[in-house]
């Protein structure tokens, strides 16, 4: 008996023929070097594989009907190893929905959970069927669809951009455009992401970050607190690996599934911006002894999770359950999954939520070198992503600075976060750690390496964020003292408690005109601050307009006007977006901002940190004031590319001495974020003001000043 490769049954159809019959259907052993399911010239292969299962049985189901037509048991001549492959004929992928049934040990104190009745859907799922309104209850079991992948990418080339010439820009599809005020006609969907490409190319930034859009059952756990009705619409709770969120179309999509999620990575790649997935493989919605059994249980659940002595699941993700990554079959699958990604939906890169766990041993142990860490960076299909960590996990694990990088990893920067917002806020303990992160963070991920061809500094591995999908934004960072997430039904129990965020004088929204002039005042300074930092910036969507989620820093639930971003507010505070499209541009034209250059032929140092006198070498360790400077020999520009950064955080002007020139040009400012007495806080070409040596940084402010040639 011939078994045919993958390619060849792709490429010989006519020639592959029937050996059997199993349920009316003709049959013959498929493909079992290729998981899923794949549809062929009338016909279809079906792989699954078990380790600890005894049988499997393939279910064939009518669109949307809960009882199976047809049940074609696997012989046992159709396996090899612990892989069942069956090519079946006769089918048309339009026609059928299809799941499986896996029999064997029911012994959970072993880890079994082996059912024969259960259905199951197929880890390796590209659709999942069942597609339904965004808030609809699923009904009835999960099945999966085959895909017919028609997409044609051209000869779009992957980016080559480094992840230190990103601005990434964080956002979550459904709640990006989902508000009335969004303007675009496919509301919550990948098209009306599509829609505001323009406004994202006007704002400037090159990388979108979205959040999960793997599919996921938002319903699970739905519940209703004081008449609004809840929903986990983050999307952290992953029911398929491989298959699209179906409820982000906007239409439907039978067996074309991702076609519109493809549309727009491919618009996105067309306009210069770049595409990052938020992927989550710490855990998945099966959740813990109490969850639904629905795929990865049915089919080895002592292989796919991380299991206690006794059977029971560690829960290092603190979401019951925790996926046993570093398992051979798993990584298999985590590799499998973002090679699919990458090839079939050109993704850029993937940040990992909670990464430290995909370091842990099956027992839970941290490794000292994570096989599943060092696979992905060597991977050659994953050559040129973006690997990003957020280097902890909820059993503690802290790697920030430490994450096993193998030279590849970058990490979301948590001391950064902490550092800066406190910093900013006033506590003048944070100067040095400031300082630190201002300058990319060189004592966490200091020195420079290389990889034969390229040299990397150490920034290069680090994203600088003061924002993200998890606390408040940058409005409520200064509008709130604590944390206000009553509407989340838990008693304002759940969502971080240290926020190190400052309300400027008075709780919640106010019509104080002083307090709001300063709340103003502290977005722009952290918007200053975070644009002239070494690293990768990254802010979340709807900051640069002053988005509110009125005090709740974990709308994880929240599928209404707390967390859908209200577009009415960038008329309102049209001078904070140009502010943030401002720096950002800023950014983009200062090379020296976001790599080391050759030194500076005016012999300024490549990097120098003080408080506010230039020729001192040291910062207080409680400086109320700091200064950062880079400087470096841009070759494209042909002249040195000078920029100085000064923060004062203290609630009285001071005077600052800037660094002396020699042979290098002349000091202007070109952000003041206080501004000037006609309320200008930009000086765009033909405007900018010529510094002298000094200048009084009024109070809690920061100014960006450059230096221009003679």
């Known amino acids: 008996m011939r078994l045919y490769t993958h390619k060849e049954m792709l490429s010989l159809p006519t020639q592959v023929t029937p050996m059997g019959e199993i349920s009316g259907y003709p049959v013959r052993p498929g493909m079992f070097d290729t998981n899923g399911a794949i549809a062929l010239s009338g016909s279809v292969n079906f792989t699954v594989h078990t380790r600890y299962g005894t049988s499997c049985e393939l279910l064939l189901f009518h669109r949307e009907e809960e009882e199976p037509y047809a049940v074609l048991p696997f012989p046992d001549e159709y396996k090899i190893g612990d892989v069942y492959s069956m090519i079946v004929f006769g089918l048309n992928v339009e026609d059928f929905e299809y799941a499986y049934r896996i029999d064997g040990p029911y012994e959970p104190e072993k880890g079994h959970l082996f059912d024969r009745k259960q259905v199951l859907l197929d880890p390796y799922a590209k659709a999942v069927a069942g597609q339904r309104l965004w808030g609809e209850s699923k009904s009835g079991s999960y099945r999966a669809r085959v895909v017919r992948d028609v997409f044609d990418w051209g000869d779009m080339p992957q980016s080559n951009r480094t992840l ?35 406004y994202l190319k006007e704002l400037g930034i090159n990388a979108v970050e979205l959040m999960p859009v793997f599919e996921f059952d938002e319903t699970v756990n739905a519940r209703e607190v004081n008449g609004r009705r809840l929903l986990e619409c983050w999307g952290y709770n992953t029911v398929s690996f491989f298959a699209p969120n179906t409820s982000y179309a906007s239409t439907r999509e039978y067996n074309h599934e991702g076609t519109e999620l493809k549309e727009l990575i491919y618009e996105l790649h067309e306009n210069g911006i770049e595409v990052i997935l938020d992927v989550v493989f710490n855990h998945t919605a099966e959740g813990n002894e109490n969850g639904r059994v629905f795929s990865f249980k049915g089919f080895d659940n002592k292989v796919y999770y991380m299991l206690t002595p006794d059977g029971n699941y560690y829960n290092f993700s603190g979401c019951g ?97 902490d550092a800066i917002r406190g910093y900013l806020k006033g ?29 990397y500094a150490g920034y290069n591995s680090c994203v600088n964020f003061l924002t993200c999908h998890d606390g408040f934004t940058m409005k409520d960072l200064y509008t709130y003292n604590d944390k206000h997430n009553e509407a989340n039904g838990w008693g304002n129990t759940d969502g971080a408690n240290d926020n190190r965020s400052w309300n400027c004088g008075w709780e919640g929204e106010t ?22 930092s070494r690293g990768t910036p990254m802010f979340l969507a709807g900051d640069e307009f002053g988005n509110t989620q009125f005090g709740n820093n974990n709308c994880y639930c929240q599928d209404n006007e707390i967390s859908w971003l209200d577009w009415r507010l960038l ?11 401002y720096m950002i541009a800023f950014r983009m034209d200062h090379r020296i901002i976001r790599e080391k250059l050759p030194d500076a032929v005016c012999g300024m140092e490549a990097l120098h940190t003080h408080d506010v006198n230039a020729e001192k070498m040291d910062i207080d360790k409680d400086a109320r004031t700091i200064s950062v400077s ?81």
Request: net charge neutral.
């Open 511 to 532: 019509d104080n005109p002083e307090v709001m002039a300063l709340r103003r005042r502290m977005i722009r300074n952290a918007c200053a601050v975070l644009m002239c």
């Open 571 to 581: 008329e309102k505070n049209r001078e904070l977006f140009e502010f943030f499209k």
């Open 164 to 198: 230190s010439d990103l601005v990434i820009y964080e956002l979550h599809v459904r709640n990006f455009t989902r508000h009335e005020s969004s303007g675009v006609e496919h509301k919550g969907t990948f098209n009306g992401l599509k829609e505001k490409i323009p």
């Open 630 to 710: 880079f400087a470096g020999y841009d070759r494209k520009k042909g002249r040195d590319d000078i920029v100085y950064l000064s923060v004062n955080t203290f609630w009285e002007p001071v005077n600052i001495t800037l660094p002396r020139l020699q042979r290098a040009g002349f000091w202007y400012l070109y952000v003041d974020t206080y501004g000037d007495q006609n309320g200008r806080f930009c000086y765009p070409a033909g405007q900018e003001i010529r510094i002298d040596g000094n200048y009084t940084l009024r109070p809690r402010s920061v100014a960006v000043f450059s230096v221009k040639p003679y």
């Open 427 to 455: 506590d003048c303990w944070e100067a040095w750690n400031a300082a630190w992160s201002i300058s990319g963070s060189g004592d966490l991920y200091g020195g420079y390496y290389s990889d034969g061809e390229n040299n």
């Open 321 to 417: 359950n925790t996926l046993n990554c570093n398992h051979p079959i798993v990584q298999q699958m985590i590799m499998e999954c973002l090679r699919y990604w990458t090839v079939n939906y050109r993704v850029d890169g993937f940040r990992f939520d909670l990464a430290s766990i995909l370091g842990r041993n099956e027992d839970g142990s941290p490794m000292n070198n994570p096989p599943l860490l060092k696979s992905l960076a060597y991977d050659p299909i994953l050559h040129n992503v973006k690997l990003i960590a957020e280097a902890w996990d909820a059993g503690g694990m802290y790697q920030v600075g430490r994450f096993p990088a193998s030279k590849r990893w970058a990490e979301w920067n948590g001391r950064y976060r």
